[in-house]
């Protein structure tokens, strides 16, 4: 990279920690038995930052300072899902560096910059260097992924490429503001004001990255409960939870989905129970934002699905979700939503007690709120594909061709019906009765489409059947079926070789 002054740099931030108001953190750490062992793709962001201190920063003086050693962090839910033995699908790193200076680590350590790919307006980053710029092929590079929603769009987090894997790397910060999720940012240095920001505590731990080829011991746990609730199944909020759901109102929704994955039994932390009722309207969350958090908690596969909706129905939360609808008993939900976490045959199984028009309307793309249509985030052919499983219920060989035709744009699969039927096999439901249903619509779930005009000619059915082939006003005195005619005959041919088919296996 090319370096210009590094003056201005050198103010952006540069905090000692010996003024910090938390400047004794380090003192208090877990030492693990089994420390996290970095995958290869993290290792040269680590081994960056590891050398942070060797980065001179060329001044106006003489004397060129280095930068002062900057730390970075595993944290969160990495953390979390390491300490129970779970495998880890995204790696969120956390830094004292400010972005401006991790930009200058990662440049350092042969990375190169991408632009910005936040997807917001913002000033760009002032550096007091010139990145080497990416091209097609380079293994190691850096982005701007995060703003804030300043009107300066303050970049908060940069991710660094490896290899094609992304490693988000935040500056510990602390939220001063939030509308509608989005918040706008104060940086701090050290992790016990950044982990007051975090909604959970089991979510407000960290690991400190000291090696980048080997065990990575020191946990640090600034609530001090982190480390007691993940190995007790307790979810509770850092600090009060009114606090925590004031700040950003869908952290109600995330409360309910940890809980229903790390949490014991139905009811909740008594101090998540009592802020419920004051929060449960989720007023001014976006519609789209609440609709994607529910399906986060309903098809993760470590979700206990019949407590998940349990807690939902009992909070109310699911008429937000699913406005004038009933739901089934959260008791009758069967296994295969916990283990397919299939979202149209869990979206159906739980609003099949409601008419289909009903349905239709809550999962429209659009939904009145007040005096305006807000965006629902439900796409069309999410919608299709729950209301065709919904119809599919009163399934009919002879109305072969309009469950045919209704199937187009669901996406469904044919072992996505057959697991639809599979999950009534339970006593109690009147299609555990019905037998032949199950029988017939298996049976449909693997049909396609396969007569065409010229097998109805081949089989002697294009025949006028008014004048069977002698000529009469209706087929224009030619003895054929008209060409307006033919799609009813090819359907109906269908739907006799269909029904021959399931014949032939009853």
Not at 6 to 24: G, H, I, T
Not at 152 to 177: C, L, M, P
Not at 462 to 485: L, M, S, T, W, Y
Not at 486 to 505: C, G, N, P, T, Y
Request: aromatic share 8%.
């Amino acid at each position: 990279m090319k370096r210009k002054s590094f003056k201005s740099f050198l103010n952006l931030r540069e905090n000692d920690e010996s003024s910090s108001p938390d400047k004794n953190w380090r003192k208090s750490f877990i030492q693990l038995d089994k420390g996290f062992i970095p995958p290869s793709k993290m290792r040269p962001i680590i081994e960056a930052f590891l050398k942070s201190g060797d980065i001179e920063l060329t001044t106006d003086t003489e004397k060129a300072p280095t930068m002062k050693k900057k730390s970075l962090f595993l944290v969160g839910g990495p953390v979390r899902d390491f300490l129970l033995g779970k495998s880890i699908k995204d790696y969120d790193l956390a830094t004292n560096a400010t972005p401006e200076q991790t930009a200058a680590i990662l440049s350092q350590g042969g990375f190169k910059a991408a632009g910005d790919r936040s997807g917001k307006q913002g000033k760009p980053m002032q550096l007091p260097f010139e990145p080497d710029q990416a091209e097609s092929g380079d293994k190691k590079y850096w982005f701007v992924k995060g703003r804030d929603a300043s009107q300066d769009g303050k970049v908060f987090v940069i991710s660094a490429v490896v290899e094609g894997e992304e490693f988000e790397i935040a500056t510990f910060r602390k939220d001063a503001k939030v509308t509608d999720g989005a918040a706008e940012v104060d940086f701090v240095d050290n992790p016990h004001e950044d982990a007051s920001r975090r909604d959970l505590t089991i979510n407000a731990m960290y690991i400190e990255l000291t090696k980048a080829d080997g065990e990575n011991s020191k946990l640090y746990d600034p609530t001090g409960k982190g480390w007691h609730d993940i190995k007790n199944g307790v979810v509770r909020t850092v600090g009060k939870a009114s606090d925590r759901f004031n700040e950003d109102k869908l952290r109600v929704l995330r409360a309910i989905r940890f809980h229903s994955r790390f949490g014991s039994g139905t009811q909740m932390d008594d101090d998540i129970e009592k802020a419920l009722p004051q929060f449960k309207h989720l007023e001014g969350v976006a519609l789209e934002r609440i609709r994607d958090e529910f399906l986060k908690g309903l098809l993760h596969p470590d979700v206990d699905s019949r407590k998940y909706i349990s807690i939902y129905k009992r909070t109310g939360l699911l008429e937000k979700v699913f406005p004038d609808l009933t739901f089934d008993p959260p008791n009758n939900v069967p296994m295969d939503i916990t283990d397919k976490k299939d979202k149209a045959l869990a979206l159906a199984w739980l609003l099949q007690h409601n008419p289909v028009e009903k349905v239709a309307n809550a999962l429209g793309q659009t939904r009145r709120v007040g005096m305006e249509d807000k965006n629902t985030g439900w796409t069309s052919q999410e919608r299709r594909a729950v209301i065709f499983l919904l119809r599919l219920k009163e399934f009919d060989p002879e109305r072969l061709s309009e469950f045919m035709r209704q199937r187009e744009g669901t996406g469904l699969t044919a072992q996505q019906i057959r697991d639809w039927v599979d999950m009534f096999k339970i006593q109690g439901t009147n299609r555990y009765r019905r037998p032949w249903w199950a029988n017939q619509v298996h049976k449909y779930a693997a049909h396609q489409k396969s007569v065409r005009w010229d097998d109805v000619v081949a089989a002697g059915k294009d025949a006028c059947p008014v004048c069977h082939g002698n000529g009469c006003p209706e087929c224009n005195f030619k003895g054929k079926i008209r060409p307006d005619q033919r799609s009813k005959v090819i359907a109906d041919m269908e739907k006799d070789k269909f029904k021959q088919a399931l014949a032939k296996h009853e």
